[in-house]
């Protein structure tokens, strides 16, 4: 019969892995199907089929990689106080256990616990969809609970410092637990409570992500709204799904009098989608990623009658502020993403004319770390543009820079929070002169890009003696502005020419297409090698000259605009290839005096023809006085140099 594993290698590597205890049989039970990470550091589950007093019976797998099963076993028996290495690495993954610290409620309570060696840098984690109240207990004995079924005592107003809950139903918490409290948003470690009736008030400190998992990898790929709420049971959405299913139309006069008008329409299909993978280990931080994508549209039509400038800013309120409340294998997980609009406007007409532009862009961005210190963000987008009119006796100009304003906060565990502020925007500008039965002349330019924006904040907390009391002290608190600048995507360079100076040297030109770049890119390729680039240019450059020109071998020659931002260079489209050779010239024809003529003038009058094979300007020549020595030529002279 052929094996079918139960979870794919695919499926393990997402979800919300810890290290610790799990309880029996509140927790686990038969039927329990548990994600493991090994001490070697491979994937794996086990599925219990019994759990008895004396021993847990249950079938487990490994993978080696993607396709191949390291270890499969099953009806395996764990007895009581013994331990089972999973991965045949000689160290020991789980083991059946009872709690390091006793309370009432883990009377003839069991643990299945895994491996934690800190001075051995060795762990087993694990990633499992615990029942009721506690989360998991972790390596030193404290148990690490969730608020979900809690009741707030309505009496006491919730704070940081303080917090009640009713007693009917709350489990047995004791100082130097952890709380995740979802009910306020807060991630607590008890340091006190008192019993006052029907209610219990705990005495709190802001909780240490680190300090209170140990271990914990919280990963999640291309969550799309619509399926928070069924990420799992727990999941809980604070607004509607079909918000970020969400189009979104306005117009807007941007100017109505008697002589001029002008009209922008800007539409929008918002979708979005989240990807997170948070590692926290002994060392701090070990990756993030958060990643936001969406689309824009609008169309600008300009209609005017006399000269009139106009100049205009203005930015909309957040029209949706949706906030999302998700966990991750009972990881809360916090996502709150104001979306709001905005534009700069001006413009300026002398005349009569209706012309204008539909366009759009596809736009994404994201911000990633290794480290706490080493953060990177990129994005980009993809537009297109049509034209509209003219229909014209006009002088005018417009220039529309419309936004979209995105902000992303990701809260995990209610102790981690990066920041995201991504605003893509489009910015065109419209030149026209043009008069009824003569020649127009039209120039437009779409220059697009995303303003980023990222900050990323945490706290860690320590222990400190001084006699006669005991206190507890912040560590390090941490809170950096991570970037604030704009990646730019600068419209392509066009029409690009070039020919050959009096020098030898090659001179490129080419029309600049864009209003956001920082300089254009030189690239040269010689016949048979690839492209290379030879030189860039300052910002509004459109020539360069390329002094190092080769003769008699064909050389390409290609340009693109790029634009400077403190993370990357981003860069337009590559300009139209011109592919040169600078062949040498044709040898001079029809002398005058003709060749061995006699009886010249010791003052003659010199002429000739020539020509180039590339149909280059001949900008000199060279003329040498030749003394012969009867039939031998005994020594050339140079003599002139004409133009």
């Not at 006399?306 to 999302?324: A, C, L, R, V």
């Not at 990881?331 to 204008?356: M, N, R």
């Not at 925007?425 to 890009?449: C, H, I, N, T």
Request: with cysteine; proline share 4%; glycine share 6%.
């Amino acid at each position: 019969m052929t094996f079918q594993s139960l979870v794919s290698y695919e499926d393990l590597q997402e979800g919300a892995y810890r290290v610790g205890s799990l309880v029996i049989p509140e927790q686990v039970s038969e039927g329990s199907v548990i994600h493991v990470i090994t001490t070697q550091g491979l994937y794996g589950y086990l599925k219990i089929l019994r759990v008895t007093d004396s021993y847990l019976k249950f079938d487990y797998l490994v993978y080696e990689s993607t396709d191949t099963v390291l270890v499969h076993d099953e009806n395996v028996v764990l007895n009581f106080g013994d331990s089972l290495d999973l991965d045949n690495d000689g160290e020991n993954d789980v083991s059946y256990t009872t709690p390091q610290k006793m309370r009432k409620s883990m009377v003839n309570r069991k643990l299945l616990s895994f491996a934690y060696n800190e001075e051995k840098s060795t762990f087993c984690s694990f990633s499992f969809k615990a029942k009721g109240d506690i989360l998991n207990i972790n390596p030193e004995g404290n148990f690490i609970f969730t608020s979900k079924n809690f009741k707030l005592y309505e009496g006491i107003t919730p704070s940081t410092p303080t917090v009640a809950f009713e007693k009917e139903g709350l489990p047995d918490i004791e100082v130097g637990d952890y709380i995740i409290d979802t009910k306020t948003g807060v991630f607590r470690k008890v340091v006190a409570k008192s019993d006052v009736g029907n209610y219990v008030i705990f005495s709190t400190e802001e909780g240490d992500l680190g300090e209170a998992f140990k271990i914990l990898k919280v990963r999640f790929e291309d969550v799309k709204a619509q399926e928070m709420v069924s990420l799992n049971e727990d999941a809980k959405v604070l607004i509607k799904e079909d918000k970020f299913n969400y189009t979104w139309n306005a117009s807007y006069n941007l100017l109505d009098k008697d002589h001029a008008t002008i009209t922008a329409n800007i539409n929008f299909d918002f979708n979005i989608s989240v990807s997170g993978d948070l590692d926290i280990g002994w060392t701090g931080l070990d990756h993030f990623l958060a990643r936001v994508d969406g689309s824009l549209s609008h169309s600008l039509i300009l209609t005017g009658f006399f000269e009139k400038s106009f100049q205009k800013h203005d930015e909309t309120d957040p029209f949706i502020k949706p906030k999302f409340t998700f966990s991750v294998y009972g990881i809360p997980v916090v996502l709150e993403i104001p979306v709001y609009l905005g534009y700069d406007f001006q413009s300026k007409i002398t005349g009569i004319a209706t012309a204008g532009y539909n366009t759009s862009v596809d736009f994404y961005a994201q911000i990633e770390a290794d480290s706490l210190s080493d953060w990177d963000a990129n994005g980009g987008c993809e537009r297109n543009f049509e034209r509209i009119g003219p229909e014209y006796d006009v002088t005018g100009s417009a220039t529309l820079t419309p936004y979209l304003g995105v902000d992303a906060k990701v809260t995990i565990a209610e102790a981690f929070h990066p920041t995201l502020g991504v605003k893509p925007f489009l910015e065109a500008s419209v030149k026209l002169k043009a008069q009824s039965g003569q020649d127009k002349s039209l120039y437009m330019r779409l220059d697009g890009g995303v303003k980023i924006d990222g900050e990323v904040s945490f706290k860690l907390f320590g222990e400190k003696y001084k006699k006669p009391k005991k206190g507890r002290w912040e560590l390090y608190e941490y809170q950096k502005k991570i970037w604030d600048d704009t990646l730019g995507f600068p419209a392509d360079p066009e029409n690009l020419v070039v020919f050959f100076v009096e020098d030898g040297s090659v001179k490129l030109q080419w029309s600049d297409n864009s209003d956001i770049k920082d300089g254009y890119e030189i690239y040269r390729k010689i016949e048979g090698g690839d492209y290379e680039k030879i030189g860039q240019t300052t910002e509004n450059a459109t020539t360069y000259v390329d002094e190092a020109a080769l003769q008699e071998v064909q050389m390409s020659y290609e340009v693109r605009a790029f634009c400077d931002a403190y993370f990357d260079r981003t860069h337009s489209d590559w300009s139209n290839e011109v592919v040169v050779i600078n062949r040498k010239p044709e040898i001079p024809y029809d002398p005058d005096p003709e060749d061995n003529a006699e009886n010249v003038s010791l003052e003659p009058y010199l002429k000739w023809n020539c020509s180039d094979p590339d149909g280059d300007i001949l900008y000199y020549y060279d003329v040498y006085l030749v003394r012969w020595e009867g039939n031998s030529c005994r020594e050339f002279v140079k003599i002139a140099t004409d133009t």
